[in-house]
Structures are given as C-alpha cells and as structure tokens.
C-alpha cells in the first residue's frame, strides 16, 4: 500500500509556542490530504481537508487562523498550531488519497502526539 | 443526519472467529472502508467494499450489503496481535470518510 510520513512523531512544547507538523505521501502523489485529530479513547475528529494549491477546507468549529495548513506541493501538506495551548494537546493524524478516481482509498501517516506544558 | 453504529466492545478467544457487524447512514454513499488502530497508534487500512458481497483477504474478510446499509468484518484463526479497534468509515457522496467510534476487540488466550 502507499506510504505517508509524519514528521515529528513526538512534541512537548510550553504554551503560547507555534508547533508545525509535517504529511508526506512518500510514493505516490496526493492532491487530497486529511488532518485528523484523536483524544483518549474517542474517534477520529476530521479538522480539515488539504488541497494542493488552494486554500483547506475546515470543519465546523476548528479555527482556521489557529490551525494553520499548507498543501503547497503534491507529496507536502502541513499543519501550523499556533499559539499552542494545553487543551491542544492531542494525537493529530494525516491523511492522504491514493488510487483511481472513485476506488481513492485513504492511507493514514504514523501520528503525531503533541503534549502542550 | 450521518451516523454509524458498531459495538464498543467485543471478546474472543485465540483461533476463533469473530465477526464484527456495522450499520451505517450516509448522504450518499461511495464504498466503505474497515480500519484497524492499536492503542496509540494511527489507523491502518484493512479494506475496501463498494460492491454487494463478500471480499477476502487472508484472514480478513469484509462484506458490504448497501440496499440494508450493513456491513461486516470477518476475522478467523484469531491472533494476541488482533487486538485492537476496529473502524467502519463509509465514504459520503463527498468522498469524505464519515467515523465511529469503533470496535475495540479484546482477544484472549
């Protein structure tokens, strides 16, 4: 199957800091990417959907100024959370399409958990 | 409204079959994918159904019945390592993955 990277896998950071998160899709190229967020024990919360070379599209209720996404190459979408806080702190996941039109199937990069001090 | 229904939890022992069972109510409907995600750890993707019927995989298999909104997957000769949640993602007619909370699947010696 088609591979994504996640880079960091790990981030403790003291509040009020700016933490990037990176997706990659290794072997293939993904004009759709996903990012997801996770808390304990709870099911995945989609925040947005990443197109190359427009603007993402948000979910309802996730601050678009405060979780900022670049999809600025086919193989590249990042996730900026700004001004972090503790209550960001979460498992966040990436996503990517890959496949023919229709039969896309998403594949999911390794996560990323971000601990807010 | 969207929704999907799966049981929170289920039990089974080593070798044995468990079959978990999915209902599911969409906007519109493009296949539906089954999930895996152990504790802590990012989901990996198991399979694909946009068709009625029944798609093996090893000892994975997966079956779609879309006129009843229903679909299930199948797992035998169960290992420890099959331990884990179990996610049914129908896909809307926004090709978006729509989530549940999923199966959490306890296997015992």
């Known amino acids: 199957g088609a591979v994504v990277s996640q880079h960091p896998s790990w981030v403790i950071c003291k509040s009020g800091t700016s933490v990037k998160i990176e997706c990659r899709s290794l072997?293939?190229?993904?004009?759709?990417m996903f990012w997801y967020r996770q808390f304990p024990k709870q099911s995945l919360m989609l925040m947005a959907t990443?197109?190359?070379?427009?603007?993402?599209?948000?979910e309802q209720g996730v601050e678009k100024d405060k979780f900022l996404i670049n999809h600025a190459s086919l193989t590249l979408s990042t996730l900026t959370v700004t001004s972090a806080h503790p209550e960001d702190s979460s498992f966040y996941i990436c996503?990517?399409?890959?496949?023919?039109?229709?039969?896309?199937?998403?594949?999911f990069g390794p996560g990323t958990r971000l601990l807010v001090l | 409204g969207q929704n999907i229904d799966q049981p929170t939890e289920m039990t089974a022992t080593e070798g044995a079959i468990v079959q978990i069972n999915c209902t599911y109510q969409t906007s519109g409907f493009n296949g539906l994918f089954w999930y895996q995600q152990h504790a802590g750890e990012a989901p990996t993707f198991l399979s694909y159904n946009v068709l009625d019927g029944l798609e093996e995989k090893g000892r994975f298999s997966s079956f779609l019945s879309r006129s009843k909104g229903y679909s299930y997957l199948l797992l035998k000769e169960l290992q420890m390592k099959d331990s884990a949640s179990y996610l049914c993602?129908?896909?809307?007619?926004?090709?978006?993955?729509?989530w549940g909370a999923g199966t959490k699947l306890i296997i015992k010696p």
């Open positions: 996503s990517a399409r890959s496949g023919a039109e229709g039969q896309e199937t998403q594949y």
């Open positions: 990443s197109n190359e070379g427009s603007k993402a599209t948000y």
């Open positions: 993602a129908p896909m809307d007619s926004n090709y978006q993955l729509i």
């Open positions: 072997d293939f190229q993904a004009t759709t």
